[in-house]
């Protein structure tokens, strides 16, 4: 409620909103459902239920490492409502951008604070190492 307030400050005033997903929401029932990976997986609704409103452009930025403290982001729109909306749409699209920038890194780093995660993809499976493997599989 907060950030909704804090958003509506710039309503009337051109503006980038830049909002990072979560995948793993605390209240599920009130999530968005859908394929990722494989698997049913929930996303945050409240960015896309922000977007709906406002029907403004949606984007998905993907961050590709190009070497030690070196990225590179592409950013390519996911929705423009130029097409008939319907609730999950987006989110739909965003997982779908985000699992072809999964499947497209054979293997990279991802740099967390001072730690490390590395991701390798393997068969058909994602193995993902946090200083032990913590996943295999889709």
Request: cysteine-free; glycine content about 6%.
């Amino acid at each position: 409620k907060k950030l909704k307030r804090e958003i509506e400050k710039f309503k009337d005033n051109p503006h980038v909103l830049v909002l990072v997903a979560d995948q793993t929401p605390k209240i599920s029932i009130k999530s968005f459902w859908t394929n990722f990976l494989n698997q049913k997986t929930a996303f945050l609704s409240g960015a896309e239920l922000y977007t709906a409103s406002n029907k403004t452009t949606s984007f998905f930025a993907n961050i590709i490492r190009l070497d030690r403290g070196y990225y590179k982001f592409v950013i390519t729109p996911l929705f423009d409502f130029s097409e008939q909306y319907q609730v999950g749409l987006i989110t739909q699209f965003y997982a779908k951008k985000l699992e072809e920038s999964i499947y497209k890194t054979t293997s990279g780093v991802i740099d967390v604070g001072n730690e490390n995660i590395k991701m390798n993809i393997k068969g058909d499976g994602l193995e993902i190492y946090h200083n032990k493997k913590i996943e295999y599989g889709f």
